[in-house]
Structures are given as structure tokens and as C-alpha cells.
């Protein structure tokens, strides 16, 4: 099978985000369409290498193809993006390319893992000077009983009672009691919302931050959270916007900001961005993905 060639990265606005697009009725890569990083990263005053590591973990619950005597297969499958790559991949391209694999053949799980993993690779790291691999793992029907749900781990923020007027990011709530006794919290709030770069519409989302150093205010930080809910990014940009407010506000000597999205379109995107190397999240998802 021949492999098209894929399309070079562009703006959002040229993406098929909002406008009608049929389904490929057979497996293409081409429908791939990577976005970079960089450009909104500039905006939040992140040039060259970004201050964090971390990673995008997507899962994908609508997977099927066709084996080789035409019989439909099913899977979910759990994608790690590096950070470090140059690009992310933008989600309805994302969903378009994998329901291509709708109505070809195959003739193993295997074949479809090493292709999805092969493409989505060659897309993020287009133009990075050393490109390297995402992360896939497919599982199949027999394992679908050992996929979790849980709650985020931390002292919820949404327990606080208090007034929110502000609905575009306000980093100014951000406080820390810098002249006393550093902490460790992990603190969850499941009130995020943000809006699609593109198309507007709503992203749900929960959000966890562990962090060390000076107490952050968490009527400030909750209210902060609440003010993303008229801002218009993709879920990678806004947990980027999170730490680096978090980061420089706040001032902690260690802080990991990780969301979990709602699924739109049978994926789900959970990025996570840490000041310091750490072992990447389960892939337990909360109750409303």
C-alpha cells in the first residue's frame, strides 16, 4: 500500500476545524494536519527550549479496521506526544485520519499500531532537526474491562465559595505567600473551560497542579482557572498558559500542571507539563471523559 505524502504544517484557520469534510473511505496519512508549537508559545514569552517537560496524552475510543478477510476489528488506543515535538497534530485531522482505517485491510493489530505510529510521528516531529517516535499502545476488546476510571488525586479548589467575574485569563489572581513556611499541595479543580481556537466551541476539562514552595492562594487560583472560560486555544496551549502564569507569579520550586479533557469526536487530549523529569500519568480517565 502506498503512502500519500502529507500536507506541511499551516495556521489553524486552514485546517478542516468548522468547515465539511467527508470521510476517506481508505487509509491515508495525508489527512494528518500538524500545527507548531512555537507560535503560540511566543505569545506566552517561551522562545527556544520552553521551561517544562511533560507530554500530550491523547486516547482515541473509535479505532476499527478490517482484517484481512474483511471482518471489522475494534480497539481504543492511548498516544503519547512528547512536548519537545514541534508540532501537535490538530484533533479533527486527528479523527479523520484514524477513521480512514475504517474500510481497509490489515492483517494484524500490529500493522495498524506500527502505521498510526509511523504517521503521527512523521507529522509532529516534521522539521525537527533529530525527529523521534510518539508513543501507541492499541488495546483490544479482551482488555477493554482493565480500562480505569478515577478521580484526580488533590485538595479540590471547587469547594471554595466565592464571587468569579473575570472569563478571560486573569494571571493578576495569582498570589503566593512568599515571606512563609515553603509547602507541597496537589490541588484539583474540575471547573476549567476553554474554547476552540477555531470552531468556539466549549472544552471541559479537570485539572490538577502539584507544586512545592510558597503557599498559592487558592481562592486566587481557582478564580484563575474560572477565567479561562471565554478563552479561545487548543487544550495543549492552554495547560502551557497555566504553568508559565503559575511559574512566574507564583514563583514554586517545582510545579506540574496536568488536565484531562472531555472527549469530542471520540478522543480525549491530557497534557501535562512539569518543571522537573517525572513518571508520565496513568491512563486512568475521570468519569465525564
Known amino acids: 500500500m502506498s503512502t500519500p505524502q502529507a500536507p506541511a504544517a499551516n495556521t489553524p484557520e486552514q485546517s478542516l476545524l468548522g468547515k465539511p469534510a467527508p470521510y476517506a473511505a481508505q487509509y491515508d496519512p495525508g489527512l494528518l494536519f500538524p500545527l507548531p508549537r512555537a507560535d503560540k508559545r511566543a505569545e506566552i514569552g517561551i522562545e527556544g527550549a520552553p521551561p517544562f517537560f511533560g507530554a500530550d496524552l ?12 474483511g471482518k471489522p476489528q475494534i480497539a ?8 519537545e515535538t514541534p508540532n501537535i497534530v490538530e484533533s479533527k485531522s486527528f479523527k479523520l485520519y484514524l477513521n480512514s ?5 490489515f492483517d494484524s493489530a500490529d500493522e495498524v499500531r506500527a502505521r498510526i ?12 532537526a533529530q525527529p523521534s517516535t510518539i508513543g501507541v499502545r492499541l488495546v483490544l476488546p479482551e482488555e477493554f474491562g482493565r480500562e480505569r476510571i478515577e ?5 479540590s479548589l471547587d469547594r471554595l465559595d466565592l464571587d468569579c467575574e473575570r472569563y478571560t485569563p486573569a494571571p493578576e489572581f495569582l498570589t503566593a505567600a512568599f515571606d512563609e513556611t515553603p509547602v507541597n499541595e496537589t490541588l484539583v479543580s474540575h471547573l476549567l473551560k476553554s474554547n476552540c481556537l477555531v470552531t468556539g466551541q466549549p472544552d471541559w476539562g479537570s485539572v490538577q497542579i502539584r507544586y512545592s514552595g510558597p503557599q498559592i492562594d487558592q481562592a486566587g487560583l481557582l478564580r484563575y482557572l474560572i477565567s479561562f472560560r471565554n478563552h479561545h486555544e487548543f487544550h ?8 508559565m502564569d503559575i511559574w512566574q507569579r507564583c514563583r514554586p520550586g517545582k510545579l506540574a500542571v496536568f488536565a484531562r479533557y472531555t472527549r469530542r469526536g471520540g478522543l ?13 500519568p496513568g491512563t486512568a480517565r475521570t468519569a465525564r471523559q
Open 58 to 69: 491523547w486516547t482515541a475510543f473509535e479505532i476499527s479496521w478490517l482484517n484481512s478477510r
Open 76 to 83: 481504543l488506543a492511548h498516544f503519547t506526544v512528547p512536548c
Open 101 to 105: 482505517f475504517n474500510d481497509s485491510r
Open 117 to 128: 505510529r509511523a504517521d503521527v510521528s512523521e507529522a509532529v516531529w516534521r522539521g525537527a
Open 151 to 155: 478521580d484526580l488525586e488533590g485538595l
Open 236 to 243: 495543549e496551549q492552554c495547560v502551557e498558559r497555566i504553568f
Open 268 to 280: 480525549d487530549i491530557n497534557p501535562l507539563r512539569t518543571s522537573h523529569p517525572q513518571a508520565l
